[in-house]
């Protein structure tokens, strides 16, 4: 950022603990009372007082913290609800986050002249469109399904007042940012434009510095993870004893919910088809699911009738639920960034209750343990499952023979795992 946006950074104050403090209208006030919200969250309480009054502003605050109500109800308090036609596009990085977000925003506005749209891939175009002909004063979306009705004539970015980037880094990470450029200089000059992102790398903050206006930035994501609400481990372990482990730490665990996080599709599927063999209430999702099977995944989860979810980390950004009470990061992420976001998914289940968060390591997996530990500001304590050695180290041999850890395995899994 340039050094006239630094100098706007926001100084902390004392937290605001009403929402009645922040510049909200009576209106909105009386819906967040129905809709069950009582004391705003950090970002709520710094954000919103500062966007309700037109301010262009960035959100850097850790995934779970409470961003949508804090972009959504300073747009909701501004937009026209008697003018039809687009005042407010928020951009998102996945469908599932997009149907999360126009989610909360009804929750939030409940008057019946709110008009949405949800425009996102996977789904028909047809209703979509209908939608925005029916004058959708908001419309939610990916970046490549709202270009598609904007090229179609669908979607008119004339009218609009304000623009939201959810999740922002995520975003960019996964290659939208041609799309969103391109949405971006289509969009009126004279607008308010709010950004939330979990992390600041140098690709947002260009992006930021392009298209915002003098932006106040308010970052409540620390140099560390929050380490006083997730005990944070790592675990040893042979490539080929992974499944193995996995099966014992649920075992001795037995958690609540669990989000399992593997690196691509294809070990997403075959975790799933190891565990869905000898337990109940198992389920993958990643991107090359049909949309109506991920749909059904994720309203499982939420209502808690799925316990272990296996994802991929670009599905994991649209998993908001509150009852998750481990992480396992079965392969360790790539970027410690990732990290963040994958840990960030653990609720907090009771006042004395911690989250948890486990990460496999493989011997040669070292210095990406310690890329994360840099990044979080924090040493990630060893754990050691009971009666079970993950890794063992091996004298050389002459022929050695090797056991994919994600082919054939069944019988690796405890046949007493039982209702874990």
């Known amino acids: 950022m340039t050094k006239e946006k630094k100098k706007k950074k926001t100084k902390k104050q004392k937290a605001k603990s009403s929402f009645s403090e922040l510049g909200l209208n009576d209106e909105i006030l009386k819906n967040l009372g129905e809709a069950g919200y009582e004391i705003p969250s950090?970002?709520?309480?710094?954000?919103?007082?500062?966007?309700?009054?037109?301010?262009?502003?960035?959100?850097?605050?850790?995934?779970?913290?409470?961003?949508?109500?804090?972009?959504?109800?300073?747009?909701?308090?501004?937009?026209?609800?008697?003018r039809p036609g687009a005042q407010a596009l928020i951009l998102a990085p996945t469908r599932e986050l997009s149907e999360q977000v126009a989610e909360e925003i009804r929750k939030l506005c409940p008057d019946k002249s709110l008009n949405l749209s949800v425009l996102v891939g996977g789904k028909p175009l047809r209703p979509q469109e209908n939608q925005l002909k029916r004058g959708a004063q908001i419309a939610v979306g990916t970046p490549g399904r709202v270009i598609d009705h904007i090229n179609r004539g669908n979607l008119k970015l004339n009218t609009l007042e304000f623009v939201v980037l959810d999740?922002?880094?995520?975003?960019?990470?996964?290659?939208?940012?041609?799309?969103?450029?391109?949405?971006?200089?289509?969009?009126?000059?004279?607008?308010?434009?709010?950004?939330?992102?979990?992390?600041?790398?140098?690709?947002?903050?260009?992006?930021?510095?392009?298209?915002?206006?003098?932006?106040?930035?308010?970052?409540?994501?620390?140099?560390?993870?929050?380490?006083?609400?997730?005990?944070?481990?790592?675990?040893?372990?042979?490539?080929?004893?992974?499944?193995?482990l996995l099966s014992r730490l649920l075992f001795q665990e037995r958690p609540k919910q669990t989000l399992v996080f593997t690196r691509t599709k294809r070990g997403a599927d075959k975790l799933d088809r190891i565990f869905s063999k000898k337990l109940k209430a198992v389920a993958a999702i990643h991107g090359d699911l049909p949309q109506s099977k991920?749909?059904?995944?994720?309203?499982?989860?939420?209502?808690?009738?799925?316990?272990?979810?296996?994802?991929?980390?670009?599905?994991?950004?649209?998993?908001?639920?509150?009852?998750?009470?481990?992480?396992?990061?079965?392969?360790?992420?790539?970027?410690?960034?990732?990290?963040?976001?994958?840990?960030?998914?653990?609720?907090?289940?009771?006042?004395?209750?911690?989250?948890?968060?486990?990460?496999?390591?493989?011997?040669?997996?070292?210095?990406?343990?310690?890329?994360?530990?840099?990044?979080?500001?924090?040493?990630?304590?060893?754990?050691?499952?009971?009666?079970?050695?993950?890794?063992?180290?091996?004298?050389?041999?002459?022929?050695?023979?090797?056991?994919?850890?994600?082919?054939?395995?069944?019988?690796?899994?405890?046949?007493?795992?039982?209702?874990?």
Request: charged residues 30%.
């Open 294 to 420: 991920r749909d059904r995944v994720l309203k499982e989860f939420r209502e808690g009738k799925i316990r272990l979810l296996i994802a991929t980390d670009v599905m994991g950004r649209g998993i908001d639920v509150s009852g998750i009470s481990h992480i396992i990061n079965y392969d360790i992420p790539e970027f410690s960034d990732d990290y963040v976001h994958r840990i960030g998914r653990v609720g907090r289940l009771s006042s004395d209750q911690k989250g948890a968060a486990f990460t496999f390591v493989a011997p040669d997996e070292g210095d990406q343990l310690t890329n994360i530990e840099n990044r979080i500001n924090h040493m990630i304590s060893e754990f050691r499952v009971d009666d079970f050695e993950a890794y063992k180290p091996q004298k050389p041999r002459k022929k050695i023979e090797t056991v994919s850890h994600l082919g054939n395995t069944e019988h690796l899994i405890n046949p007493d795992f039982g209702d874990f």
């Open 167 to 244: 999740e922002a880094d995520r975003m960019l990470d996964i290659g939208f940012r041609p799309d969103i450029e391109k949405i971006l200089r289509k969009c009126p000059e004279k607008r308010q434009t709010l950004l939330l992102s979990a992390t600041m790398p140098p690709p947002v903050e260009r992006l930021a510095r392009r298209y915002m206006q003098e932006p106040v930035v308010i970052n409540l994501s620390e140099d560390k993870v929050s380490v006083d609400a997730i005990d944070q481990y790592y675990i040893t372990v042979d490539p080929n004893r992974k499944v193995k």
């Open 42 to 82: 950090p970002i709520q309480a710094e954000l919103i007082p500062i966007a309700v009054k037109g301010q262009d502003c960035i959100g850097q605050a850790r995934t779970g913290t409470g961003k949508t109500a804090a972009f959504s109800l300073p747009v909701l308090q501004q937009i026209d609800l008697r």
